[in-house]
């Protein structure tokens, strides 16, 4: 824990002179964590007595202990001698919620409710609508349920993002659908709940009025949309029989709306995934027969190449991907289709093939990217041509071609280009040609001109593992980097936390050596820092665990550098802040004992919530590592915890004990196959190992080019850009790995 590393028993005696009363803090937090918990109130209660700067922090953890003791009533009259003594306190809207709640659990649910009246109408959307779930929960447990109907109405009318609904929408939805059991609501109620169960990933709750809308309403004009909703749901759970019937539904029963098209391509991929690769075909072609002027038109050519592409029929795919040039020459379906054409030839092993493709489609301005399903980008093209190229024993070409792609902060395909360089300097048929590449760079880096040194050093450290080549070609670089305007980092001062004021709250608890409190303080009180004091207020928050402060502190100075900067030259405080290492009791507790690398878990952290514990994103996935709902509830299973909540995902330890189970999973699918598992985490298994198959290989750099969500491939790229970043970076301990 964080307070071990921070508090030591001999700290009293090296202390400054503080408040006289303020070390008693310091006792109490000593006794409590060692489990003492008389001797802890003791001490806190001494410094509540003695009015004492800390007098709101020793009231807190005195209701918390009073709270773990099951001691409601106690626990009550500490939160509110907090709330009288420090009502600006920054435990005071924790403490009122809290007091709250205390009520609503001991069953006195009128005071409940009355508590947290005043919170619902507080300019903190998130505390007020979890104050106005409690009144209404309250005054539902009281048994007035018209005036509870009422609030957990508002709740749901007043989200402060329709097309999001948060998790307090839901939960009033679910209380309203308590409330009605099977009564008939109308058309516009019964959408409405649908669609707060269905952003949730609710399928079951969504399906139950989407279904009522269906039978109570048969000549709405919303039940194709109702109908296509409740079978995505079913594709969306795996149920495909139940959605492929659900999806003919809407095409065949209402041919004439727009549901009707989206309906018909789910079913085209329904059937694909169910292996049912003739009637994917069929269905692809009926839709480009019946759909000509459809949005996306090139969309239904491009997902039938795929599908005689994964069911092995390659003459037939490349057929149609002539069909598709021809018809879409100067769009990018053309585009596209020459693509799929490349990955055809590498599951082929077709290698002059490849290069051919790759050499065609680098003279195309738009790839696709991240835009398109499908699509592709540059540097991918430029790695595969590289690639087949190696493949084909032209060792010189490749070489110079991988040092080609530049490496850097973010650069998936970069990176790989530099393993793969590594790895030919490591074979002995391909030894020499590196090594002789080699000692041309370095050759070249000794000009005096410090922009052709600086890219011959930096491609020469592409090249080596060897410790002295390598500091040798980093002192030379770091003389370019001086010399250099754009490679110059931004310098930072750490300034003092505090004054030294007996009055400041986080001058004391510093002086104490409690950080883990003081921080959290100090970063309360700022106000539109200045420079400086950001920079001191993120290097805080990453030393004590609030790493999404310290990222998003670093992030907008480090786009002004230049993506190719060789993090090693790099100050460590600025790269601690861009790449923090938070939760490692959580992960050496969780990840290491299930054979993942805390590295990767940090990794895909980093990437799905920057750190923030208390995320939710718009596939309404929680917490640190963004877990929707039924793949919660099933490692909650394979776990055994009979009682998780979903909301129990905003607690960091919990979302990394949930994580490393999943990628454990993953990685037993997946063995060696760090790319694999990481789109499995985010685009699922099946479809993963859909891909694999498709590119007839296990080779990450085979199968990575077949993945088909644009999304997937984007977080492939960037997660495992994170992970090389972090083992660079950081040893087994993860501790920074520095040499300023």
Request: no cysteine; aromatic share 10%.
């Amino acid at each position: 824990m964080l307070f071990l590393r921070l508090v030591l028993l001999t700290v009293l005696s090296v202390l400054p002179v503080v408040a006289q009363t303020n070390p008693e803090y310091l006792r109490g937090r000593e006794a409590e964590h060692s489990g003492d918990i008389a001797k802890a109130s003791a001490s806190y209660q001494a410094v509540v007595t003695s009015n004492s700067v800390l007098k709101e922090y020793a009231l807190w953890r005195l209701a918390r202990i009073a709270r773990s003791t099951g001691d409601l009533p106690l626990e009550r009259e500490r939160l509110r001698q907090l709330l009288a003594a420090a009502p600006s306190s920054r435990f005071a809207d924790a403490a009122a919620l809290r007091l709250s709640q205390s009520f609503f659990e001991s069953g006195d649910f009128q005071s409940a409710a009355d508590n947290a009246r005043p919170l619902s109408l507080t300019k903190n959307t998130t505390l007020s609508r979890e104050a106005l779930l409690l009144i209404g929960e309250s005054l539902a447990r009281a048994g007035k349920n018209p005036e509870a109907r009422e609030v957990f109405t508002r709740i749901v009318m007043q989200m402060p993002d329709a097309s999001r609904p948060d998790d307090f929408a839901l939960a009033a939805v679910r209380k309203l659908d308590s409330f009605d059991n099977n009564a008939t609501l109308s058309e516009a109620e019964h959408l409405l709940r649908a669609s707060v169960y269905q952003f949730n990933r609710d399928f079951a709750g969504a399906r139950v009025h989407y279904q009522k809308l269906i039978n109570s309403y048969p000549q709405s004009t919303t039940l194709p949309n109702a109908t296509f909703q409740l079978a995505r749901g079913f594709y969306l759970e795996v149920k495909y029989d139940d959605a492929l019937k659900a999806f003919q539904k809407v095409s065949d029963g209402y041919p004439e709306s727009s549901s009707a098209r989206e309906a018909l391509s789910f079913i085209g991929s329904t059937y694909l995934r169910m292996k049912r690769y003739d009637d994917a075909i069929a269905t692809y072609k009926r839709y480009i027969e019946r759909f000509p002027d459809a949005p996306n038109p090139e969309r239904p050519y491009l997902n039938l190449i795929d599908v005689l592409h994964e069911s092995g029929r390659h003459n037939e795919a490349l057929d149609w991907v002539q069909q598709t040039r021809t018809r879409f020459r100067n769009d990018i379906g053309g585009v596209l289709a020459l693509f799929a054409q490349l990955r055809i030839h590498m599951a082929q092993a077709n290698w002059p093939a490849v290069v051919r493709d790759a050499d065609e489609l680098s003279k195309f301005s738009d790839l696709g990217g991240t835009r398109v399903p499908g699509g592709t980008n540059p540097t991918e093209i430029s790695f595969l041509r590289a690639y087949a190229l190696e493949q084909m024993g032209r060792t010189e070409e490749a070489v110079a071609a991988y040092l080609a792609i530049p490496d850097g902060r973010n650069e998936y395909y970069g990176m790989r280009a530099t393993q793969r360089l590594l790895a030919l300097g490591a074979q002995d048929k391909s030894r020499s040609i590196v090594q002789m590449q080699l000692n041309a760079l370095l050759n070249q880096m000794k000009s005096e001109q410090h922009e052709p040194a600086r890219v011959a050093a930096q491609s020469a450290l592409r090249l080596t593992t060897d410790p002295k080549t390598r500091e040798q070609i980093l002192r030379r670089l770091q003389a370019a980097y001086d010399s250099l305007a754009a490679y110059r980092l931004p310098k930072f001062e750490m300034l003092p936390v505090a004054k030294k004021d007996p009055e400041s709250i986080a001058y004391a608890l510093f002086e104490l050596q409690l950080t883990d409190e003081a921080v959290p303080e100090y970063l309360a009180k700022l106000e539109s820092p200045k420079t400086d004091e950001a920079f001191t207020a993120a290097v805080l928050a990453g030393r004590v665990g609030l790493a999404n402060r310290a990222v998003r502190f670093a992030e907008p100075i480090w786009k002004t550098v230049p993506a190719d900067y060789v993090m090693e030259l790099a100050p460590r405080q600025l790269v601690e802040l861009l790449y923090p290492a938070p939760f490692s009791d959580s992960l050496f507790k969780h990840a290491t004992p299930r054979n993942v690398d805390p590295k990767l878990v940090l990794s895909i952290a980093r990437q799905e919530s920057r750190f923030q514990i208390d995320a939710k994103s718009i596939a309404a996935a929680r917490g640190l590592m963004q877990f929707i709902p039924s793949t919660a509830n099933q490692i909650a299973g394979e776990l055994k915890l009979t009682n998780f909540n979903q909301d129990d995902l905003y607690n960091a330890d919990t979302a990394i004990l949930f994580g490393s189970q999943y990628l454990s999973n993953l990685f037993k699918l997946f063995p060696n196959q760090p790319q694999a598992v990481v789109g499995a985490y985010n685009g699922g298994e099946d479809n993963l190992a859909r891909w694999i198959a498709r590119s007839r290989s296990t080779e990450a750099d085979r199968y990575v080019p077949e993945i088909g969500f644009s999304q997937t491939k984007d977080y492939v790229y960037k997660v495992l850009a994170n992970y090389w970043t972090y083992q660079r970076l950081y040893n087994a301990n993860l501790i920074h790995i520095s040499q300023k």
